[in-house]
């Protein structure tokens, strides 16, 4: 599982480096090219419902191990596509794979575990992030980058009138890209995806037990008085958060090469930076998970993504408050999601299609959220909009939060008051009947 978390964090960071590549491949524009985003997390939406469905009933080495290869496929394609309608569209496919791998991972760590999981979320979510730290520094600083030739992208990816799209889409569907780095990165992730791959297909051969879902209905079961109020106000918590992550992550590449002036392969490092700190601290947070309670973990990554977010634009022509509060937002985002799924499974038990649910809305926050910020520059290039997001969702989520917690908790507090008062109301009786 941890293994296929590197890869899937990998092919979700290896978009941002690689996104101007990309748009010149296909001879367009940043903004033009944003529908990317789209169309990803819809194939990522489309297989987070698969994967809560199937994993109750499919082999689950089978259904990952079909799923990495897909994802395979789909790396090894990506560099040949010339046209923006065709590279959406392999995105879209292997988006699908992504969201069974999401999903999948998530409910089988809790089907071991249940609430007593909170270590192993963090550890599985903690391998996405190390593939997430891994891909930029695999796609710039490993790899190099070249100048391509040819009448492409423009140095400005932000300007909205540069490429149009008729003419754009009028060349040949495939193609070797004028870049190989590009054709290397993708080639190189998709390999160790393959091998990922290879051995679950032989763990498949070799064990058509469901143990996972035989402990999992040992487990107790649990279902909170607002069981589904509760899963449609962690949607939205997740819908803004994981918005958020992915716009950060994908687009502080572009934002420091044509709104603060980095060079491309310190805007890379600045990529690597906000992956790393991320990686990091969710490492720690296999530690800190098994002293500290998830909603306690929560409180204080809402705290330190509000802090730094708002630093960022109040600061955002400094470079040195973009290293510093770049470090400080993926430190702070890191342990949210697990943190997330490892509280509400204290409150009530989650299953596949409950997974599934939760996760469809981290994938519409990351199919709506990055697009929109990618039109928005478009047409306001002198506003740091990706920060102006951050900023907004950090303090939705700083607000849902509280509400969340005290839906959770409201029945529990007013059972024990009741319990309270019965056991008051038996040791006064037995006074009575003593005296």
Known sequence: YFACFIGVGMNVAILGPTFQDLATNVNRNISSLSQIFVGRAFGYLSGSVIGGLLFDSVNHFLLLGVSTLVTTVGLYLVPFCKTAVLLIIVMSVFGVSFGILDTGGNVLILALWGDKGAPHLQALHFSFALGAFLAPLLAKLALGTTEPAGNHTEPDPLHPALNQSAEADSGPVFGAPEDMNLLWAYA????????????????????????????????????AKYHRALLCLLFVFFFFYVGAEVTYGSYVFSFATTHVGMEESEAAGLNSIFWATFAACRGLAILFATCLQPGTMI????????????????FDKSPVCL??????????????????????????????????????????????????????QGKYPDLPVI?????????????????????????????????????????????????
Not at 192 to 221: D, E, W
Not at 392 to 420: C, D, E
């Open 323 to 376: 290293w510093v509060a770049t470090s400080v937002y993926g430190a702070s985002m890191a342990t949210t999601f697990p943190s997330g799924v490892s509280w509400i499974e204290q409150y009530t038990t989650i299953h596949g299609k409950s997974a599934a649910f939760f996760v469809v809305g981290g994938t519409l926050g990351e199919m709506a959220i990055p697009a929109a910020v990618g039109l928005l």
């Open 299 to 314: 409180v204080l990554s809402n705290v330190g993504s509000l802090a730094s977010s708002f630093f960022l634009v109040l």
């Open 188 to 223: 190189v992730i998709g390999t160790y995806v393959f091998i990922v791959s290879s051995f679950l297909f032989v763990l498949f051969f070799k064990k058509s037990s469901r143990g996972p879902k035989a402990k999992m209905s040992a487990q107790t079961f649990r279902r």
């Open 387 to 435: 920060l102006y997001t951050c900023l907004g969702s950090a303090v939705f989520t700083v607000i849902l939060f509280p509400v969340m917690y005290k839906l959770a908790t409201w029945p529990l507090a007013h059972q024990h008051k009741a319990n309270r008062k019965s056991e008051d109301q038996r040791a006064y009786s037995l006074l009575l009947a003593g005296l």
